[in-house]
């Protein structure tokens, strides 16, 4: 699996990057921290000022065929 973190790209397994996601959910209390696309996964740290503004992000990834990962109040 290829997982974009910042600028760079890193190869690893799934289970390697299943730990990472951990880390991640864990560092981004409110907003969306991962997305996922077929082999491909991009780390992020999206944190947006009101709910309604976390589900228009929320919306947008899903329409571009993303699995978005976020936590939520």
């Known amino acids: 699996m290829r997982v ?3 600028n760079r790209l890193y190869q690893m397994s799934r289970h390697k990057y299943e ?3 951990e ?8 907003g969306i921290y ?5 082999g491909y ?11 309604t503004k976390l589900k228009q992000l929320i919306r947008n990834f ?4 993303f699995r978005v990962r976020y936590n939520g109040k």
């Open 41 to 51: 996964a991009e780390l992020r740290a999206d944190r947006p000022e009101s709910v």
């Open 23 to 30: 880390v991640a959910s864990e560092q981004v209390p409110f």
């Open 34 to 38: 991962a997305i996922e696309k077929k």
């Open 4 to 6: 974009k973190v910042s």
């Open 19 to 21: 730990k990472l996601l």
């Open 62 to 65: 899903k329409a571009q065929g």
